[in-house]
């Protein structure tokens, strides 16, 4: 988790009355609506799975600004009650739109991979974050490129910290993940690369050899 300046973030996509909400959040949250400081946030990362890593970073800022100015979690509690909310509605987030349930999915565990707890993940999101990621290791979202890229993306960033707070549902992940590369034959074939690479990232450790990264990288890229 890289540390950023408050002045480095990328929100120029944003209209400057909203930049100068996220500047003046970023800066002084206690001054601002942080409800609706929220909803700008998720509402773009529902939209561009780009910007939802970026998302992170500024949530995570947010948080530990408005903890050192006033002791306060104002902004953390919109943050998980509005997760909650796209969480539950999440079946019809895929169904409405496979690029918005990704985005979805990314967010949230963006959201994981930045707010921490005494330095440990928060355990209020680690069976939400589960059950997304076990939802695109079924058959059905097997056979759509898009969600198997981003399943081997949040595994690739957020894999190992969550198999430490849950090894048996991740157990039960890469069980779904070796069935569908070795007996569903609906798959493309970027998407049986991309679960023999994640098979194989997990089985060294949540590491690639040199030699492994170079044939996958090469055939991603050809």
Not at 113 to 135: E, F, I, S, T
Request: charged fraction near 25%; hydrophobic fraction near 40%; aromatic fraction near 8%.
């Amino acid at each position: 988790m890289e540390n950023s300046s408050k002045d480095d973030y990328k929100i120029q996509s944003f209209d400057i009355e909203t930049q100068t909400l996220l500047k003046t959040a970023l800066n002084d949250p206690g001054s601002v609506d942080l409800e609706k400081v929220c909803s700008v946030i998720v509402e773009q990362s529902l939209k561009d799975q780009i910007f939802s890593r970026e998302a992170g970073r500024i949530c995570y800022s947010i948080v530990q600004t408005e903890a050192k100015q006033n002791n306060g979690s104002s902004f953390r509690r919109h943050l998980l009650t509005r997760l909650q909310q796209e969480f539950i509605a999440r079946e019809e987030t895929r169904r409405r739109s496979t690029q918005d349930w990704v985005c979805l999915v990314s967010f949230i565990c963006n959201i994981f991979d930045y707010l921490k707890v005494n330095n440990m993940p928060m355990l209020a999101l680690v069976q939400p974050v589960y059950d997304c990621l076990l939802r695109l290791a079924q058959p059905d979202a097997l056979k759509n490129e898009v969600e198997v890229d981003c399943l081997v993306l949040q595994l690739h960033r957020i894999g190992d910290q969550l198999e430490k707070m849950n090894m048996e549902r991740m157990d039960e992940m890469f069980y779904l993940l070796r069935d569908g590369f070795l007996l569903q034959e609906d798959l493309s074939s970027m998407g049986r690369l991309l679960l023999l690479e994640i098979l194989e990232f997990r089985a060294g450790g949540w590491n690639l050899s040199d030699t492994a990264q170079k044939y996958y990288y090469s055939e991603v890229t050809d």
